[in-house]
């Protein structure tokens, strides 16, 4: 079993639509928790950190479940320039503190 | 330009060749992370740093990779004899350690062994 899992996609939705990604992780030790985004030949950036209690910057919602192990990621409102890859990333936190990341679900956003 | 940086952005070689990539972190990072990324596929972990210590390396590496990080500070990852497979992005990141702190990304570089 891959340490975290994604949903490949891609999942090709109109402007506008709402779009959710869920991601689950196998480490039950695992610490902290991210969303990056990557676009096309460029480098993953940090799109927002995922806390237990839920977190929200703008039209982008992440929730953490540690009971169930997953992480999900809402868009409201899609734009054009949210088509992008999304990546779950997962660290393990104090001395081992590897980050791993999902294999990403790509996104596409249609006038 | 204070973020992470990672030289060449480029490298075309020859089948058997060896190459070096070189990965300078954010300067008061301690963590450094080495990734190789595959078309379609997200970054898989290759390795990581603590200060010049290396703590894990994937079960994925061949004795054929190896990394460096001498001073705590620029690290360097080998690929000895390249086989077209080894052909891919290799992505640096860093990051603080401390409890979630994220990592930064340099532009990668993209090796391709012809």
């Known amino acids: 079993r891959k340490e975290v899992e994604q949903d490949p996609g891609p999942f090709n939705v109109p402007e506008g639509a709402t779009v959710a990604f869920n991601c689950t992780y196998s480490?039950?030790?695992?610490?902290?928790f991210f969303w990056y985004r990557q676009d096309c030949r460029k480098e993953p950036k940090l799109l927002m950190s995922?806390?237990?209690s839920g977190n929200e910057d703008g039209r982008f919602t992440a929730q953490l479940n540690r009971a169930s192990q997953y992480i999900s990621l809402l868009i409201r409102d899609s734009k054009l320039s949210d088509s992008a890859t999304y990546l779950c990333?997962?660290?393990?936190?104090?001395?081992?503190?590897?980050?791993?990341f999902g294999s990403g679900t790509r996104l596409s956003i249609r006038p | 330009d204070t973020g992470v940086s990672q030289d060449p952005r480029h490298k075309i070689t020859k089948r058997g060749q060896n190459v070096t990539f070189r990965c300078d972190p954010i300067?008061?990072?301690?963590?450094l992370y080495w990734y190789r990324q595959t078309l379609g596929q997200g970054p898989e972990f290759l390795t990581y740093?603590?200060?010049?210590?290396?703590?894990?390396k994937s079960r994925l590496l061949s004795d054929r990779f190896s990394a460096e990080r001498p001073k705590g500070s620029f690290s360097t990852l080998e690929i000895q004899r390249t086989e077209q497979g080894d052909s891919a992005m290799y992505l640096c990141?860093?990051?603080?350690?401390?409890?979630?702190?994220?990592?930064?990304f340099g532009q990668g570089t993209r090796l391709t062994v012809v």
């Open positions: 480490n039950s030790a695992s610490q902290s």
């Open positions: 995922v806390y237990s």
């Open positions: 990141a860093s990051s603080s350690g401390l409890r979630r702190t994220e990592a930064f």
């Open positions: 740093f603590q200060n010049e210590a290396q703590l894990e």
């Open positions: 990333v997962v660290n393990l936190g104090s001395s081992a503190s590897k980050i791993i």
């Open positions: 300067s008061e990072h301690n963590r």
